[in-house]
């Protein structure tokens, strides 16, 4: 009977959390704040209630629902607080949930907007046609396993030749496959995933736009991605 009892509690305890979490996104202004999160970049109140249409007041007490889920984070600096993701696995269960409510809505491929189709982020890396294309080719060539899960020998010392070299922070998720929510395919995620977008932007290659997951890839950036990966506009 005791050990009955255990399971029992540990079986509640993980309900009652993973029912909090749903409790916490059954809205569609939270939703709307999660989605602005997911450019990896930290947001005041005012802005997030600006992006879900809803007041500064209504906004806070959003917030406030979010952070006690564990889903966000808040940054104090000085009289200002920035809310962002709490962390990357946030993230990923975000693009998961992306992918598979847009199986559920017709035609959910034909209706993303174009621009956000091309490029844009998601969470801290590339996503969009043009990512899905870098990918393809990163496997095509071996720059990382078929799988996507590792970066190979070869892998590592082409992206040292495009200047990034890659210092791993932990073991985990150095890079993955990530299923892209408007094209079906994969793009690169995971730490390799965030260093390639911050040199690309450190390079003029893209530009991210404050405020919008939208992503503007340069002439410059094309040449490059045409001569590394074979992607053409």
């Not at 709307?32 to 990896?40: E, P, Q, S, T, V």
Request: glycine fraction near 6%; charged fraction near 20%; include cysteine.
């Amino acid at each position: 009977m005791a050990k009955l009892a255990i399971k029992s509690e540990h079986q509640h305890t993980v309900e009652s959390a993973i029912a909090a979490v749903g409790a916490a996104i059954s809205d569609i202004s939270r939703v709307k704040i999660l989605c602005a999160l997911m450019d990896g970049r930290a947001w005041t109140a005012t802005e997030l209630g600006v992006v879900a249409d809803i007041s500064a007041s209504t906004a806070s007490s959003h917030l406030s629902k979010l952070l006690t889920s564990g889903l966000i984070s808040v940054i104090s600096q000085g009289k200002y607080r920035y809310f962002r993701l709490a962390n990357d696995e946030i993230a990923k269960v975000i693009e998961n949930l992306m992918n598979f409510s847009t199986d559920h809505v017709s035609q959910a491929k034909i209706t993303t907007p174009q621009n956000l189709r091309k490029a844009r982020t998601c969470y801290n890396h590339l996503a969009g046609a043009v990512a899905v294309d870098i990918y393809h080719s990163l496997c095509q060539q071996k720059w990382i396993t078929e799988d996507g899960r590792a970066i190979t020998t070869q892998g590592l010392e082409q992206f040292k030749n495009m200047g990034i070299e890659f210092q791993a922070t932990h073991s985990r998720h150095i890079c993955c496959p990530c299923l892209d929510w408007s094209e079906r395919r994969f793009h690169l995620g995971g730490q390799m995933g965030a260093a390639f977008l911050d040199h690309a932007e450190t390079q003029g290659w893209l530009t991210r736009h404050q405020g919008y997951r939208e992503v503007t890839i340069s002439e410059k950036g094309y040449k490059i991605f045409a001569q590394y990966f074979n992607v053409n506009r």
